[in-house]
């Protein structure tokens, strides 16, 4: 257990904000699989018990399924904003991206959002706001939402900005639409991309963050599409050009061990994609870095 600190770990059952189904069974097949068994004393496990689908009272292209991603997320920055409170370190078991939203709002209500740094490991940028967004899907745009960049429909808490681009590190983001470049640059976010973390190497690129966000308050977010698809295929997005698993495993272990993280997510994986387990089983052992 961190610092005496046991993790919460929230169910957060939406895929919605995606093109494809499945992640919303994430958290109920790794429970059911074992993973209470992996995590022993350093986690708590809190299933979802709100809604899970909401009617569609607006139909906007540009933000599909609004309605149901809005009601997981402010349901889980509820339930992650409770968990900080009483002294957990909450982490969101996805379900799709979309819900990153929802923990930095209730991690930045808690320390300010000058106080808190990102650290995104995803294969993507999700950096879109609705104006951008060559798709209209919900999980692409939660770092511009959490920066109030997008309508307010997209805001989970009690204010519109959460977090600042000079406090946001993308480390492994390969599939950037076009709209991101701009947005990423005007926002000063800090993004190591898969190419650059190949051609520089993970341990100075971690190391650089880690330096980076030396006294902040850290919220960990990762996409498992950040690892190469031939070896993590169960995702909506198993991508060739991911980085190799090894150098994943590597910056979520160094974060964990060298940075003060407060709250984290883990999502995308799709138990329908992972007949076999092959995937549960690395997201096991990927688990098990957090029992540190």
Known sequence: MRNGKKLL?????????SPTRGTEDAYSALVSDGLPGVMGDAAVFSPYDGERSAKETLHDERLRHLETV????????????KALSDGYI???????????????????EKYGADGVAVIYIDAHADINTEATSPSGMIHGMPLAAA??????????????????????????????DEGEWGIIEEQGVHLYTADEVKR??????????????????????????????DEFPATGYALKDSLPLSDV????????????????????????????????????????IFKR
């Not at 770990?9 to 904000?17: C, D, N, T």
């Not at 969101?92 to 939203?101: E, K």
């Not at 650089?208 to 996409?223: K, N, P």
């Open 200 to 229: 520089r190497g993970i341990d100075e690129v971690i190391n650089e963050v880690i330096r980076a966000t030396e006294g902040m308050h850290v919220h960990l977010s990762f996409d498992v599409d950040s690892i190469r698809g």
């Open 90 to 108: 909450p982490l969101t078991l996805g379900g799709d991206h979309s819900l990153a939203m929802s923990s930095v709002a209730a991690v930045s």
């Open 147 to 176: 920066m109030g960049l997008c309508t307010e429909r997209l805001t989970v808490g009690k204010r519109r900005v959460n977090l600042y681009g000079k406090n946001t590190y993308i480390v492994g983001a390969h599939s950037i």
């Open 9 to 17: 770990i929230l169910e957060a059952p939406v895929s919605v904000g």
């Open 249 to 288: 495993v590597y910056a979520l272990g160094a974060v964990w061990d060298d940075v003060p993280v407060v709250s984290l997510d883990v999502v995308e994986y799709n138990p329908r994609r992972d007949p076999a387990g092959a995937c549960r089983d690395i997201l096991f052992d990927i688990f098990s």
């Open 70 to 81: 809005m009601t997981v997320c402010r349901e889980n920055y509820r339930r992650t904003a």
